[in-house]
């Protein structure tokens, strides 16, 4: 993806064999951004962003970089193709330490020099995101294959930042309301931001349950290319 002043200018989807050799995973990666007509040079910032469920978000006040694995290692069992790496969030000033396949990120690196690592949760903590809400609490449900993602903030704080197994959209739906129950939270107060691989009458159903329920874009762009109208940004919130 790329943007300048707010205008979504490409975006692609293309499949790629992260356990092929180096390699091989650099021609798919250069092959995608060329199909994508990306080209690599003269980015300002460039972000691989890893869907994991294993990090920790440590207040920074509290944060020792030497301890970086430390952290980790005492919620998980690490796999040994991964390695461990942090990012620092301005907006509630605390750094999140997660796991990702070491080989993965190295040829990302290579193809992408000055690449920055980042996990999907710390994509949904930013200022735009909670001073969109008026409301007392938002909840932000991000449906994947597999596996969902959960932020809940209350009073614009975060309180939660989880992800689940969830084997289909029922377990989805069981996960928000648990969350809601547990934190107490009044469902009339509560905005519920949904996005990934939502469908219709998937969004239906939050509405039956949450009265404040919208698609979650990530950031605001504008497509000006008609050829790019149909681009539904909510399958591509962690990266937008």
Known sequence: MTTVHDELLAIGEVGCNLNAPMPVLLSDIKGAMDQCKISS???????LVVNTHQFVWIPQHLYDITQRRAYLEALCTIDASCGVYDSYNETIKSTIVFSAESSVVS???VALPGLAVRCQHEKFVNNDTIAASDL?????????????????????????????????????MFHSLNLSKQFHLDD??????????????????????????????????????PDMQHVRLYRYATVL
């Open 188 to 225: 009339a107060e509560m905005a519920v931001a949904i996005c990934g691989n939502v469908d219709e009458g998937q969004y239906a159903m939050f509405c039956k349950f949450f009265p404040q329920v919208a698609l979650y874009m990530g950031r605001s762009l504008t497509l000006t290319n």
């Open 41 to 47: 040079i003269g980015f300002h910032d460039v972000e």
């Open 136 to 172: 007392k609490s938002l909840m932000i449900v991000n449906a994947r294959e597999g596996e969902s993602d959960f932020c809940l903030f209350c009073n614009k704080k975060l309180q939660i930042s989880n992800t689940y197994t969830c084997s289909n959209f029922d377990e989805v």
């Open 107 to 109: 040829t990302f690196m």
